[in-house]
């Protein structure tokens, strides 16, 4: 196809990386770490958070801004929290910079050393308690249901484009109620909410659960997930929900007056989900030809490609494509009519296939002839010439019928890769095989967890939210476990 | 009114930080100089950015992400950008933290020092010309036409709320051009944008011109302006467009092949507004009773209170607000219902003055008799009794009417404030008296203009793209002057 891009058979993760270059997604910066989302991924990344945002406002919440820095000393007041989150973190130490005296450029001003450090936000948990110690006095002021759309900074070692870097984007919601099971109730919602976008948008099904003990979040009380299943049968967590208790409400002394005139600590939750929902998209969806997008998140629908020899051909086709991109508009189509003279049309359509574009119109001298156009479907390469004024309905049925091909094929794939054992060796031969969700009993100790974690490097992905209670032995140690939970490597 | 803010006549700048934190805007946060965004004051930037993003994406351009740390070295590259922005910065050194040895708590751990230090970005032509070096090579990448949503970091020693933040947020637009020309024409076209967006949905009148080379961004060969005057007489710089010649191209050098064949280095521009948006919208408009919005960007455009005795007259009311708030959503109004038990109608009242709510409707036991409801607009007081049915077309009428109306009031107090002066002496009376805009011969040079700052506080806020060509002498040297410029103390 003249993408030279590696085969996923061949290299999974390198077509992963090559990919994510080629369609212009993204790319690695001068800054270790820190990756630049490109105008075409950047614009998927709008798209998801324009579906996610209203889908937040439609459950009642609001949007808010809260510091970038955080005093390192917020870090301490959550005990379980700091070990989670202040270690690997970029320290902001000094502000300002001054001439270097031997004129060798600019250097960091001693004098200008900052009393207590400041943390770049890895998460915003205690800034935000900090602050919500201020909103809260009485019951009337609960609950608080606010989101943040910002950036973060996790010092990770090892990294990779959209799927673990320093710096990446996300929405972090932190929710503030009177009540224990109204927290509950708020992160299970958001688990809801995460799933629905997930399924509905980008045509990625998951696995609604909780996390284990060892898998919580830093600070929770209950972690809700949802879990996917990538191409090559590893598990990428896509969105987490976490019920935090009264911890930060605590750490951070934040109390109401209740309607009886009780004093009492507030109960929280926080849920989020970053540009690694990019990866995941990726990963379900894209072939050795390029991305696939799913209808619904792709900045182009279609696009329209002519094919022509001279202006005065190019002309008449124009003046066909244009009435058709308009007539698409006007049916809610996000359509691109590409007639640079720079680019042949056979570059363009490779061009489209890589970036993952769902249709192609292609309208050439004999399409002129007919009246009809040439429409190819990316998922499945599957061509058909019809007539221009059928053209809006069959290219609005055909969106809807990839959007829901995607996900049908992204859910027997997962149905064929979840498997059911019994026994460790099972366990074993399934994981270093076909891989994917493996379904098992467990005896419910972190002792188990960890030492299968360290032997095979699958971790308990979630306990799945629909998980019958079946009376079973832990494959691993032969205790009694009343149901099975799944495992898989993960992202 | 019950609201205990300071009127702007005692102290404007007392009435501006109490308005800020009272109306829900903003608060100062436990970390020096960065603010909270309130849910309130976001709703208001976020519709902000809805309008200006369309305002880009209709002018061709594309968003995208960089990252949000900067290598010491990059700001080396392009001699005047150092001086101007390497200076008063947050600078990151390490990279992890560990607990004390002695127990104490985490400290920073002198082992994970990074080679080169990484700074906060203040602006980031630097890391994206970095970047556009990897993007373009030939005339055919031309233009890159990106804007950017972000954080930035800039380490104030004095701060105000949404004025001068050490952190806030932005837009930062970077495009890259063939020619000066087309760099040239994108730098006016932007400017005309924010003049646009200020002045229809800020219903905020505006002074497009440039800055004097003194007052030019650092690297820039041109800056365009827009400059706005708050009611006590200070103007403030609502946003800028600069002109970069190829100053970032030679410091990363970024050249591409032309349709000639030639190797030439690229245009470039790079404009920006930001949250300060908000303290001019704050400072144009609003009145010793709280903030006055402007319906395009008010969160709530009107708010229905109820007044009722008891349930059965809460029930009756609100049958018929339900009603008004479905007419009024579906003639594309943002209605808000208010019916909490926990707070009265008076304080409510008073409430939604205080956050310039537009158009307040109450329904009361009288108007449920009489098929009325009250009807009062927040920027002038009035209230009038009308009819059920025709509250739609008096609602959206009086929406616009306001909306014109902010605007004519700001113009016309700007057209008060903007005084023509021809001697030094009249200048420092017109400053120390009524303030607002001066108009002044001047004679060009920097020397003058320092002189005239030091001595009176005041700058040159711009040479107004529609200064007449007009033979004077400058006030403070005699020099000969061919146009005037605008003076003012400024934000």
């Known amino acids: ?59 009642g919440h609001k949007n808010a801004y809260f510091p970038l820095f955080i005093p390192k000393s917020y870090f301490s007041k ?13 320290v902001v130490t000094h502000y300002r910079l001054k001439n270097a005296e031997d004129g060798s450029g600019i250097v960091v001003d001693p004098d200008a050393k900052l009393e207590e450090e400041l943390i770049v936000r890895p998460t915003s948990e205690t ?13 009337r002021d609960l609950p608080i249901l606010v989101n943040q759309w910002a950036n973060v900074v996790r010092w990770e070692m090892r990294t990779r484009l959209f799927l673990r870097t320093a710096e990446f984007l996300w929405q972090e919601g932190h929710t503030a109620h009177a009540t224990k099971e109204e927290a509950i109730a708020e992160a299970e919602q958001m688990m809801h909410v995460y799933a629905e976008f ?16 060892s898998e919580r979040f830093a600070g929770a009380l209950e972690t809700y997930c949802i879990e996917a299943l990538m191409q090559d049968g590893k598990a ?19 109390q109401f007056t209740s ?14 989900v970053s540009t690694r929902l990019m990866g995941a998209l990726i990963m379900t969806h894209s072939d050795d030809n390029g991305l ?26 124009s003046e066909v494509a244009h009435k058709l991109q308009a007539d698409l508009r006007a049916a809610g189509v996000r359509v691109l009519y590409d007639d640079r003279d720079t680019h042949r049309p056979g570059w363009k359509f490779s061009e489209y296939e890589l970036k993952g574009v769902p249709v192609r119109i292609a309208i050439g001298p004999k399409d002129m002839e007919n009246g009809t156009v040439e429409i190819a479907r990316r998922d499945i390469f599957k061509k058909e010439i019809i007539a221009n004024d059928q053209v809006v309905s069959k290219v609005t049925g055909l969106l809807e019928e990839i959007q829901n091909g995607l996900y049908d094929r992204a859910v027997a794939y997962r149905s064929e890769h979840t498997t059911a054992v019994n026994s460790y060796e099972e366990f074993k031969e399934v994981l270093n095989g076909k891989g994917g969700f493996i379904s098992a009993h467990w ?27 079946e009376a079973g032995s832990c494959i691993y140690s032969g205790k009694p476990s009343a149901r099975r939970v799944l495992f898989a490597k993960a992202y």
Chains 1, 2 share one sequence.
């Open 1 to 59: 196809m003249g993408k030279n891009l590696t085969s996923r058979s061949e290299d999974y993760s390198k077509w992963y990386n090559e990919l994510v270059v080629k369609a212009d997604l993204a790319e690695n910066s001068g800054v270790r770490g820190s990756m630049v989302i490109k105008p075409y991924g950047y614009a998927i990344w709008e798209r998801m958070q324009g579906e996610l945002d209203r889908m937040f406002k439609e459950t």
């Open 127 to 139: 800034i935000i308690w900090d602050t919500y110690r201020r909103w809260i006095q009485s019951y």
């Open 259 to 272: 309607k009886e005139g009780k004093l009492e600590y507030v109960w929280a939750t926080s849920w989020g």
């Open 236 to 254: 990428l967590q896509a969105g987490t929900s976490h019920f935090l208790g009264q911890n930060f409400a605590k750490a951070f002394d934040v």
């Open 198 to 213: 997930a399924e509905i948008f980008m045509a990625v099904p998951v696995v609604k659960g909780t996390k284990t003990e």
């Open 443 to 469: 005896d419910g100790t972190a002792e188990t967890e960890e030492r299968i974690k360290q032997e095979t490097k699958a971790t308990i992905r979630c306990i799945p939210l629909d998980a019958k209670e």
């Open 78 to 90: 959550e005990a379980s929290h700091v070990d989670g989150f202040a270690k690997e973190c970029a």
């Open 292 to 317: 696939i997008l799913p209808p619904s998140l792709a900045p182009d629908q279609v696009v329209i490609v002519p094919i022509y020899k001279g202006e005065e051909q190019l002309a008449a086709v």
